[in-house]
């Protein structure tokens, strides 16, 4: 039942071969026993935590001496039906992943390939004989996470519960979610957001069933359904989640929770909100990670990099992020005071929600219920010594009116605000009623921004764009050039693109733009302003990534077709 390149057969100790070898002492073969017995780990684990072999010897060892194959799980797609003859539970206990099968040979990548527990195990229940391949302890897990879609499955005709992504469809049966189902079917929602990337999660019953929706790089993808039947329970559970109220079912709620993936903590909101058919819940999925990133990582180009961290660090003024909601308006804001803030400075944010708790800033919940709105917020702020002030967003003037003050009183306050672009933003607060001559002096600098689909690198494949379509975009004088487009494979779930990236326009408030906003000037003459003195839109922003081959002409569109509108009114 098992083979490793046809050298080993039988039950063969590690610790003894390692010893024999030459590669640890009896002693500390001892010592690894001895907390092998304390902890209940495998013995390749204990020895490389202790520090007496490394996992890059313990390979290079399993190959040289007992020649035993290595495989790289970076480059090799394991087979998805292979991998689905084992349970993940048994995959995730035995730290194993199925790589591919050859007849009734099963090829197994492992990161101790004398495991023999784990080959009986995986033997028995896929009545294959296995050949043992060596990989690490990281890459293994890193596939179980990739590969795996659900935690437990068994094909059943009753099924309760059908997971359907662009490439398979797997079952519960109502034996599987018969004890906690609810928190079973939870948890395997979640799960799949986590492997998704989704950044939403939308639960949502109509007549007949519960439908799942993860929102993936920005675009809606349906990924299970379940029996209306599910419904109830699947809200009470989210419910006693987040701690809201399990007997109201007809107004809207918002909470919080965490979940713990093992690999990170991830926080996750949640709205629910009555419908025809019963109430809809949106999880929204914030982790830490993805959003506090370095300023390397947000995509300015080296022309917009030096503007950013020109105006962030400037004594005071007001920074304004514009955009639609998804853009990613969150992530600069943070990074920008991420940077800035230290000891030396009181650092004061009013957010709804507050998403991150940021090292050395006091953030503040709005909460109407207890009057604390951004307005109130911010006066409130301003009485507190603060050298910088982040606003969560400017939806009117009362706010607008404070924040100008707070800029034009010493403090350097960020905001975001829901316009198109940069140069109609200018305009807006001219709009909401604030005087033009104290919009022009308070504000520093607008950045536009918007979250552009990467092609996925696995697969993307390369064209030469028609003359009308270089013409279309303004690039026809450069009719050599070589364009992207996405394919689908299995690293991106046959979308063609994996991640988003940001592009952006900053204006930076010159004397020239200042005279602009004192004279009302509409948005388009800012904008032409300002293309005379460097300004790059949206547009061309996201052309630069299409050139570069990091995404495709038909994802700039999609996102910068309101602004190009905007920019033409």
Sequence with gaps: MYNTAGQCSGKIRLGELLVAFGIITQEQLEDALFEQKKSGRRLGHVLR?????????????LGKQLNIPSIDLEQVVPDKEVVNLIPEAIARRHKVIPVSRVGNVLTLAMPDPLDVFAIDDVAGISGCDINAVVS??????????????????????DADVTYSTDHSEKLIDNANMADGSAVKLVNMIIRQAVNDRASDIHIEPDERQLRIRNRVDGILHEVMTALMSMHAEVVSRLKI????????????????????????????RISTVPTIFGEKIVLRLLEKKAIMVGEEKLGFDERDLPRF?????????????????????????????????????????IEDPVEYKLALTNQIQVNPKAGVTFASGLRSILRQDPDVIMVGEIRDKETADIAVHAALSGHLVFSTIHTNDAPSTAARFIEMGIEPFLASSAILGIIAQRLVRLLCEHCKEEYAPTPELLDELGLSDAPNLLFYRPHGCIECKGTGYKGREAIFEILEVDEEIKNLIVAKAPAARIRDAALRRGFRTLRDAGLAKIVQ?????????????????????
């Design 136 to 157: 690490t302890e990281r890459s293994v897990l890193k596939a179980i996470d990739k590969y795996y879609w659900i935690q437990e499955t068994a094909p059943d005709a």
């Design 241 to 268: 989640m987040a701690d809201l109220d399990i007997a109201e079912k007809r107004a809207p709620q918002d909470g919080r929770f965490s979940v713990d993936t093992g690999n990170d903590k991830i926080d996750i």
């Design 49 to 61: 935590q202790l520090g007496y072999v490394s996992e890059e010897t313990m390979i290079e060892f």
């Design 309 to 349: 961290r020109r105006m962030i660090n400037r004594p005071y003024g007001m920074i304004l992020v514009a955009g639609p909601t998804g853009s990613g308006k969150t992530t600069t804001l943070y990074t920008a005071l991420n940077i800035i803030a230290d000891v030396e400075k009181n650092v004061v944010t």
């Design 549 to 569: 081959g990091k995404t495709s002409v038909e994802a700039v569109l999609r996102v910068t077709q309101e602004a190009e509108v905007a920019a033409d009114d």
